[in-house]
């Protein structure tokens, strides 16, 4: 199983920027579609980006396009989501999550659903207040 971290998450006013990190040690990102996803308390988890290896695809939350960026570094072992433009109802905790790059799973999904996405982060706070 991959053990998956997230880090860079705080607190940030509105219109602020963030830049969340996900990463993973003793195995290698870069065969592994990764995801974005965030959950507030007393609400379903939603799909926020992904992003396949070697970029060939990305997708968004339309509530987050043109705002969230996401990317990777395969030397760094790490993926990216560079928040901009934050706004209060961004406030959730954001995990990141993976699954391998096969034949048959080939795209990337705001699906959250456990069988897209088999490895989870624990996730990691992100507050926009003024």
């Known amino acids: 199983q991959l053990q998956l971290v997230e880090s860079g998450g705080g607190l940030v006013q509105p219109g602020g920027s963030l830049r969340l990190s996900c990463t993973t040690s003793g195995s290698s990102l870069d065969d592994y579609i990764v995801g974005w996803f965030r959950q507030v308390p007393g609400k379903e988890r939603e799909g926020v980006s992904c992003i396949t290896p070697s970029r060939t695809m990305t997708d968004y939350a339309d509530s987050v396009k043109g705002r969230f960026t996401t990317s990777r570094d395969d030397v760094k072992n790490t993926v990216y989501l560079q928040m901009n433009s934050l706004k209060l109802e961004d406030t959730a905790v954001y995990y990141c999550?993976?699954?391998?790059?096969?034949?048959?799973?080939?795209?990337?999904?705001?699906?959250?659903?456990?069988?897209?996405?088999?490895?989870w982060g624990q996730g990691i706070q992100v507050t926009v207040s003024t």
């Open positions: 999550a993976a699954v391998p790059l096969t034949p048959f799973r080939t795209i990337c999904t705001l699906d959250p659903g456990q069988m897209w996405y088999p490895d």
